[in-house]
T-cell receptor, first 119, second 112 residues
Framework: GAVVSQHPSWVICKSGTSVKIECRSLDFQATTMFWYRQFPKQSLMLMATSNEGSKATYEQGVEKDKFLINHASLTLSTLTVTSAHPEDSSFYIC???????????????FGDGTRLSIL | QKEVEQNSGPLSVPEGAIASLNCTYSDRGSQSFFWYRQYSGKSPELIMFIYSNGDKEDGRFTAQLNKASQYVSLLIRDSQPSDSATYLCAVKRNQAGTALIFGKGTTLSVSS
């Protein structure tokens, strides 16, 4: 149980393109989803917290107009990297928090990540 | 000061040895602490978490928490080459919130 599907797993596109990444909780409802970014040999950096039906909360230094987050349902959050440039190339990982977690369950369930390469 | 700090390593141990990974955190109010393992190009996977002072054991893994020192550690007994990965320490940001703040990770290499 507690599967998070992230799509696509790998994207290569030209500079200036906008890229949408989907994060779906397949067998549970997620009122909160998180978006992380990881550069090579670096840690996961929290970009934003996405709450269903409300605006996302962005971490300091993350441009909200650059990284558009939509959490329209309890099972889907999307991250759109607008006008992507080579410096946006990174590993993007989403995670989801179960609306009804069972006792002792982990706090977040991670997707498999999306590797974004901007040429 | 970074919220969660780890020595990036690499930490090299021979097969069968005990690997000791360490983590310090800055927010004294932190309540929950997590260890994740991440293989190259993959998402992190949870190994174990700990809430209270003392030790928590799960198979070959033991997590230790010292709140007074703001220090968390992970011991891996009988290390195997398959344990070679990056180990990420994470702290739940605060009691009300749910965001996890990760350390940079320690790379562990277990040689056969």
């Amino acid at each position: 149980g507690a599967v998070v599907s992230q799509h696509p797993s790998w994207v290569i596109c030209k500079s200036g393109t906008s890229v949408k990444i989907e994060c779906r909780s397949l067998d549970f409802q997620a009122t909160t989803m998180f978006w992380y970014r990881q550069f090579p040999k670096q840690s996961l950096m929290l970009m934003a917290t996405s709450n269903e039906g409300s605006k996302a909360t962005y971490e300091q230094g993350v441009e909200k107009d650059k990284f558009l987050i939509n959490h329209a349902s309890l099972t889907l959050s999307t991250l759109t990297v607008t006008s992507a440039h080579p410096e946006d190339s990174s590993f993007y990982i989403c995670s989801a928090r179960d609306r009804h977690p069972s006792s002792g369950s982990q706090p977040q369930h991670f997707g498999d990540g999306t590797r974004l390469s901007i040429l | 000061q970074k919220e969660v700090e780890q020595n990036s390593g690499p930490l090299s141990v021979p097969e069968g040895a005990i690997a000791s990974l360490n983590c310090t955190y800055s927010d004294r109010g932190s309540q929950s602490f997590f260890w994740y393992r991440q293989y190259s190009g993959k998402s992190p996977e949870l190994i174990m978490f700990i809430y209270s002072n003392g030790d928590k054991e799960d198979g070959r893994f033991t997590a230790q928490l010292n709140k007074a020192s703001q220090y968390v550690s992970l011991l891996i007994r009988d290390s195997q080459p398959s344990d070679s990965a990056t180990y990420l320490c994470a702290v739940k940001r605060n009691q009300a919130g749910t965001a996890l703040i990760f350390g940079k990770g320690t790379t562990l290499s277990v040689s056969s």
